[in-house]
């Protein structure tokens, strides 16, 4: 019986995971520049359209870094 009180926790853990990442979704397209800055590559061909975010990725890593380190710091 202790085993699925353990899935169940994982499973609204998971759960609140999934939703802190719908609405972090909703939210970024509201942050100026992001996805627009200097070292993102946009190469334009006809209807073909590439898009590599490369600063915003690293941007993005170095907050996210910061941000768990300190939740997780022990």
Known sequence: ME???AFGRMLIV???VIVLFGVLLL???R???L???PGDIVYQRGNFTLYIPLMTMLLL???LTILLNLLFRR
Request: glycine share 16%.
């Open 3 to 5: 085993s699925l009180q």
């Open 61 to 63: 890593s170095i907050v």
């Open 35 to 37: 996805g627009r800055l």
């Open 27 to 29: 939210l970024v397209g």
């Open 31 to 33: 942050v100026p520049y």
């Open 14 to 16: 998971l759960g609140l």
